[in-house]
């Protein structure tokens, strides 16, 4: 664990020395007004990164400086981030490969695994200019999707494209797998596939000098996210033709504002058509789902939830 740490900090002092005076700057916006920027820096050889990352929003916002390289194959062998995060809590991640072992330790968790061919590592807090790297990684790999130290796996997807008013075209990836839904960035359509702008209603993060292209972004981003879940619905939707029995099930009465079962729930063409005791109708159902155990509501719209 001493060699780790000693060679981490050479790491350290090597990439501060050998980073290129020039950076490129984003800017942050909320509600379009300017409230914050990331910069990025990279080494001489390009395979040293280098960023800050600070806005505030409401008087709350990050204060990062994190740091990676970039290996031939366009994972990290390295990776620290510092700081603090939107609600204050303090950031500190790191990871490294050494004697062919990919270990990695922040508050609260750790780890030391074997390497694998084609693995990435995912922290807990990143920013956008990793997030960027974990998308030029992914199109690397087949099928564009690579397993994940921790035990799990990433998928990124191309989902739409735009042109933008200097005639430079740009692309949406969407990154699956890791969240409880796709994260979502824009990089250009050059050699690098190079960071533009990452975009969200009433927030986003843009090349300096590109500001007026947040919102055309955040239109065209909106169009592609309801084009991919039509397309997710006609290759993931289960018709209900006929008779369906949901057997043994608890469901939610939302008139009564309690829950009640359990109870057989019998739906015709997708329609709820009776509710009765278990066994009242019978079993013969072109259907037949077991909800023993589960519950039954209807569908369920949270106007204001915070799950990040």
Known sequence: MNRWRAAAAAWLLLAGASLTAAAQTYQVLVQGVPAGSLTVATGADAGQVQVTFSYRDNGRGPDLDERFTVDADSGSSQFRIEGRSTYGAEVREQFDV????????????????????????????????????????????????????????????????????????????????????????????DDRRSLFASVDPGWALVAQGHEHEAEPLLQRQLQAQGERLRTL????????DGS????????????????????????????????????????????????RGRTLLPGLIDMHVHIG
């Open 98 to 189: 050494v004697d062919g072992r990919a270990r990695w330790a922040m508050p609260g968790d750790s780890g030391d695994e074997a390497l694998q061919a084609g693995a990435l590592f995912l922290p807990v807090t990143y920013t956008s200019a990793y997030q960027a790297q974990l998308v030029r990684a992914l199109l690397q790999r087949p099928a564009q999707t690579a397993a994940v130290y921790g035990g799990f796996r990433m998928t990124v997807e191309r989902v739409a494209g735009h042109t933008l008013t200097d005639g430079s075209g740009v692309s949406l990836f969407a990154i699956s797998g890791i969240d409880t839904a796709p994260h979502l960035l824009w990089l250009r359509d």
């Open 233 to 240: 619905r006609q290759r993931l939707a289960q018709p209900l």
């Open 244 to 291: 369906t029995l949901i057997q043994g099930v608890r469901w939610v009465d939302t008139a009564a504002g309690r829950a009640r079962g359990p109870s057989d729930v019998w739906l015709f063409d997708g329609r709820i058509s009776a509710i009765v005791a278990p066994g009242t109708l019978g079993d013969q159902a072109d259907q037949v789902i077991d909800g």
